[in-house]
């Protein structure tokens, strides 16, 4: 899979998509999410693949294992790069998960990476504990769910760059870890509490970065991208 950043976009509609897109001239990762999916539908996923850019599309699927093996039976006909679910949804629903994404991938064509949330880049370990109810570090329950996700036969996981390192030492090199919560250095952090800096994701294990605000808000996007390109790609 192609390791450039992956661009959030993040935007009401259609229209500011196309706006954003025009302002480069090669082809790039993105994400689509909910906020672009719940006006646009399935329809803005096939523009996006038609300019020739690779998609993650991020819908955080949890819900029964029956729906969700539905559901993603019928995501897989858009022919997207990668996709995921929430692993607080269990390993039936991941492993359900699966099975619909294979069965929904066209004959001849190569299915989706299927990936799964640990713990939202958004929350703290003081709000997990207090508000899930999990008397756990935060580490240790991001661990916990890469593993059910490993077992599950998923093939990576979402979390922070901060346990991207200790997911890689015990699932593997190989089960991608996707990392949102990337800021540029003294960036505004936003709603995301588990931040990083693009070269500090590579250097502690991450395998793809998602960045949205710190290119989408930038005044100059395409001097931001490249800034973020240069940092993750730094040898
Ligand atoms: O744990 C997660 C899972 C998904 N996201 C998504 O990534 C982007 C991040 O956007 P920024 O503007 O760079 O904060 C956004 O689309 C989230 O829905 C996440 O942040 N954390």
Known sequence: MDNKPIIALDFPGEKEVFQFLSEFDEPLFVKVGM?????????????????????FLDLKLHDIPNTVKSAMK????????????????????????????????PAGKSRAALIAVTQLTSTTEEQMQREQHIELRLIESVLHYAQL??????????CSVHEARAIAETCGEEFLRVTPGIRMSGGAAHDQ????????ARRDGSSLIVVGRAITGAVDKRAAYKEVCELWEEK
């Open 35 to 55: 906020e672009l999916y719940m006006q646009e539908g399935p329809d803005i996923v096939r523009k996006i693949k038609e300019e020739g850019h690779a998609i």
């Open 74 to 105: 019928g995501l897989a006909r858009l022919g997207v790069d990668l996709v995921n679910v929430h692993a607080a949804g269990g390993k039936q629903m991941m492993e359900a998960a699966l099975e619909g994404l294979e069965a929904g991938t």
């Open 149 to 158: 996700t490993k077992q599950a036969g998923l093939n990576g996981v979402v």
């Open 193 to 200: 509490k588990r931040i990083a800096t693009p070269d500090g």
